[in-house]
């Protein structure tokens, strides 16, 4: 996977004007390969080169193994039974709740509860993502993030409705193989 500078920083903003949070350094830019090993969901481009290896332990359960910014983990997606990614998990630095002092490698990741395709890649277009993955923590506390994909960048066109039904799975527990 081709590296862009080498170099994670971290800058949260209250109304995307008063930094709250800024952080930059080794242990940043580690915990940055993560996410963006976790976030390559959106831009499946990235693991169709001959520098990503995968390997499965079943049809439910493939395994991209993908380097960033020196950083090598196994990627763990899971696919339903109608062959949509499900969830994505990797080992991810971090250092989340309860012990934010100390960085360690603590199971990350996202379900994945809708699709699209664009442009011939089907992406996830709702997620919800955050620490321990896979465990009753993450239900707790481990989530963050939660977002739906609704237009896309070339001319910002609205996507159109999804079919009823698929808001069933919002919310609802993921288990996450290893």
Known sequence: MTELFGVGEM??????????????????TRSAAGRVQAESVWLPSLLCGDDVPWSSTDRSHPTATVTVV????????????RGRSSAVRVSRWGNPPPDAKHFRMVDFGGVLNEERTFAGYTIPTRVRAGWYLGS???????????????????????????????????????????
């Open 136 to 178: 009753p923590q993450f239900e707790s506390d481990g989530e963050f993030f939660r977002r739906r994909l609704t237009t896309r960048r070339s001319g910002e066109r609205k996507l159109p409705p999804t079919r009823p039904g698929n808001d069933e799975r919002e919310g609802e527990p993921v288990r996450i193989a290893r």
């Open 11 to 28: 800058q949260w903003k209250l109304f995307g004007l008063i930094p709250v949070v800024t952080a930059s350094g080794a242990d940043i």
């Open 70 to 81: 020196g950083t090598t983990s196994p990627v763990d997606f899971t696919i339903d039974e």
